[in-house]
C-alpha cells in the first residue's frame, strides 16, 4: 500500500543572526538544525500520534510536511509522488488540512460560524442556499445545533469552537489530517469528546490523521502508531500498545511514567526526566538526550547513537534500548574508539 505522506531523511535549518554579529558584519550566521533528518510514514486510515516536549520540533515537522515551512535536506513525499515546488505543495495542501493550536484564534473573529464553515465552497462558487445546507450538516456531523450557523466565535466555548475547527478541516473531504494539539486549553471532559469525535469521523471518512501533542496518555486511545521527538530529532517509533506495554528509549520510558496515575496510593517506578529540554543552539554532545537520561553511560556522553529498525515495526535511537539494558550494544569498537572526542559522530551496530 502507498502511505499517504513520508518524509526522507527531512531537515529543516534555522539561521540564528545576532545583532553582534551583523554589526561585526560576521557572515554566515551560523545554523541549527531544528529538525534533523526525520523519516516517517503515514499509511491511508492510520493515525499517528506525534509526541514531544515543546521544542521538540513536532509542530515544525507538522508545517513543513504540508509546505508552510521549507526544508532544508530530504524529501517529502504525497501519495507516492515527491513533492518539490510551490505547486506541488498547493496540491498536498488541497488535499490535506491542518487543525491549529487555539481553537477561537484559528477561526476569524468577524465570520459567522455559516461563513467560516462554507469559506472553500464559494471559491467553488457554490450556490448560496446549498452552501447553508451544507453547513448545517458539516455541524450536524460535529455534534452541534444547525443554529450555530449564526453564531459568532466568541460566542462558543472552547469544545464547540473546536468543533467547528474539526468540522471546518474536513469540509473538503481530506485524504490527511494533521491536528495540533487539538485539546490544548480544553477542559478534561470536552479532550476526550474531542478525541472521539475525530476517531469517529476517521472511521466514517476514512482520512489519515497525525495527532500533534505533547501528551502521550491523550493520543494513547485513539494513535495506532507512535512517534517520538526529541529534540528535532524521532528517537522511537512503533504500534501504540507495544510502546505503551515495552518502551525502548528512555525518554518514552520517562514520558510514560511522568504520566498521572489515577490512584494516590499507587506509585510510579522512579524513571522521571531531569531538567529542562536543552535549546537547538546548544544541542549536547553525543546522544541528545544524556543531560537528562537516567540511565546514560559514557558511550552516549561520545557518540551520537544510530536510528535502528527492529522487529515488530518497531525503530528507536539509542545506544542501550530498554529491552536491552544490562547487554553491551553490538557497536563496531572501532567507531567507538574513533568516535572519543568527536562531535555528533555516529557509532554503527552490526546487526539489531
Ligand atoms: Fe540514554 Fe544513552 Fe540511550 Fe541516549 S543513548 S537515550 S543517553 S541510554
Redesign the pocket.
Known amino acids: 500500500m502507498t502511505p499517504i505522506i513520508t518524509t526522507e531523511e527531512l531537515s529543516v535549518t534555522f539561521a540564528r543572526r545576532r545583532l553582534s554579529d551583523r554589526l561585526l558584519g560576521l557572515s554566515p550566521p551560523p545554523e541549527f538544525n531544528i529538525l534533523d533528518k526525520v523519516s516517517l510514514a503515514l499509511m491511508p486510515g492510520e493515525t499517528l500520534g506525534l509526541v514531544g516536549e515543546s521544542g521538540s520540533g513536532k509542530t515544525t515537522l507538522a508545517r513543513t510536511m504540508l509546505g508552510l515551512n521549507r526544508a532544508s535536506e530530504g524529501e517529502i513525499r504525497f501519495e507516492g509522488r515527491p513533492v518539490k515546488t510551490q505547486p506541488d505543495f498547493r496540491m498536498v495542501r488541497r488535499k490535506s488540512a491542518m487543525m491549529f493550536q487555539d481553537p477561537v484564534a484559528s477561526l476569524s473573529p468577524r465570520q459567522k460560524v455559516g461563513a467560516l464553515l462554507t469559506e472553500p465552497f464559494v471559491i467553488r462558487r457554490m450556490a448560496m442556499h446549498d452552501r447553508k445546507a451544507t453547513a448545517k450538516s458539516l455541524l450536524a456531523q460535529v455534534g452541534l445545533p444547525a443554529s450555530f450557523v449564526e453564531r459568532y466565535p466568541h460566542e462558543l466555548s472552547g469544545g464547540q469552537a473546536r468543533r467547528v475547527g474539526v468540522a471546518r478541516a474536513l469540509a473538503l473531504k481530506p485524504s490527511l489530517l494533521i491536528a495540533d494539539e487539538p485539546t490544548a486549553g480544553l477542559d478534561v471532559s470536552v479532550q476526550g469528546d474531542i478525541l472521539n469525535l475525530i476517531a469517529e469521523l476517521k472511521e466514517e471518512l476514512a482520512f489519515a490523521s497525525m495527532i500533534v501533542t505533547h501528551n502521550l496518555a491523550m493520543v494513547r486511545h485513539v494513535s495506532d502508531r507512535l512517534a517520538i521527538m526529541y529534540l528535532g530529532r524521532l ?1 522511537e517509533t512503533g504500534p501504540t500498545q507495544d510502546v505503551f506495554d515495552a518502551p525502548l ?3 518514552t520510558a520517562s514520558l510514560i511514567k511522568s504520566e498521572p496515575v489515577p490512584d494516590p496510593r499507587r506509585r510510579r517506578e522512579s524513571l522521571a526526566i531531569k531538567g529542562e529540554i536543552p535549546s537547538v543552539f546548544r544541542r549536547p554532545q ?5 543531560t537528562r ?1 537516567p ?3 559514557e ?2 556522553r561520545a557518540a551520537t ?1 544510530s536510528y535502528r529498525a527492529l522487529s515488530g515495526n518497531r525503530t528507536v ?5 530498554l529491552e536491552n539494558r544490562g547487554q553491551e550494544p553490538e557497536v563496531l569498537n572501532s567507531a567507538f574508539a574513533n568516535s572519543r572526542g568527536k562531535k555528533h559522530d555516529q557509532v554503527e551496530y552490526r546487526s539489531t
Open positions: 528517537v528509549h528512555p525518554y553525543g546522544c541528545e538526550f544524556h537520561c540511565v546514560a553511560r558511550l552516549c547513537p535511537r539509542c545506544h542501550f534500548p
